[in-house]
């Protein structure tokens, strides 16, 4: 009989596979995740973003040894969510948490392990301007397959190329060709973040072969998920977006209430009797 770790996998399987698409927002900590979850979606990500701004450290392209975010520290958050949503998670493993195929391979066992359905991979070198190499990468990528089918798991693997971010329109075509080539060392869903341009969706749809994961809400509020997955995105993810959104919402309250002496945000508050009901739920016992 599968355990809850292989049905998590096999489900989030199928909706890769599914017509139509599917949208899986992004938690930072077990308490998003588990609202998320109730929300309905059928699988949720994590994202490393929100999971740093939840350290007070900062995000993507950091130096420093104490702003980065570790893997034992990610796992950390990774496996209180998995805990709590009850549905498939995938999470954002950054670059593997290591340049070499080894690194890759040894964190995606960590993964599924810790019960995730999927994670993703990324090209770009932690705390640098450039890509690795296209056959380095493609290495990590093979490497990170071939953990996985040691494992015997349905664990998806997404391989995410940062050539869009970095070169902007000028990267469209590596991006197509790295994809693919990932795709041919075993990755089950590609993705490059900073397209969200439907008709550039509409051409990476065409020319990537295999289900693709876009994500919204890069520096803008615009987009729309079900004209995205219209056009054939089987995947829409929101990266840090929510989390931000969140921290907005936690200075605009400071800063009424410095300015105004007022409380209006909590007008916007869940009541905590519905927050009590959901967590006691999602925790396996009843609040008393």
Request: glycine share 10%.
């Amino acid at each position: 009989m599968p355990n809850r770790r292989e049905e998590a996998a096999c489900t989030f399987k199928s909706l890769h596979m599914a017509p139509g698409g599917f949208i899986m927002p992004n938690a930072w900590d077990a308490g998003s995740a588990a609202i998320l979850a109730a929300t309905g979606f059928p699988a949720i990500a994590t994202t490393s973003a929100g999971i740093a701004f939840a350290l007070a450290k900062a995000d993507y392209g950091v130096t420093s040894a104490v702003q980065t975010v570790s893997r034992e520290e990610m796992f950390a958050h990774i496996r209180e969510i998995v805990q709590v949503a009850k549905i498939p998670v995938n999470a954002d493993l950054e670059a593997g948490y290591g340049d070499s195929p080894r690194a890759v391979a040894e964190t995606i066992i960590m993964a599924i392990e810790a019960g995730l359905a999927g994670g993703n991979i990324e090209d770009k070198i932690p705390g640098r301007p450039e890509l690795y190499d296209e056959a380095l990468a493609i290495e990590r990528i093979a490497a990170a397959r071939s953990a996985i089918d040691a494992c015997g798991s349905d664990f998806m693997l997404t391989a995410r190329s940062d050539t869009i971010l970095q070169s902007g329109k000028s990267g469209i075509a590596a991006g197509i060709r790295r994809s693919n080539r990932y795709r041919e060392a075993g990755a089950d869903c590609l993705y490059l973040p900073g397209a969200a341009d439907i008709d550039l969706v509409a051409v990476l749809t065409r020319e990537i072969a295999g289900p693709i994961n876009v994500v919204m809400g890069l520096g803008t509020a615009s987009g729309n998920a079900h004209a995205l997955l219209a056009a054939g995105v089987q995947r829409i993810s929101l990266g840090g977006s929510i989390a931000r959104a969140a921290l907005g919402f936690v200075r605009r309250c400071a800063e009424e209430l410095r300015d105004h002496g007022t409380i209006g945000f909590a007008e916007q508050q869940i009541p905590q009797s519905d927050l009590n009901a959901l967590f006691a739920q999602v925790r396996g016992g009843t609040k008393s």
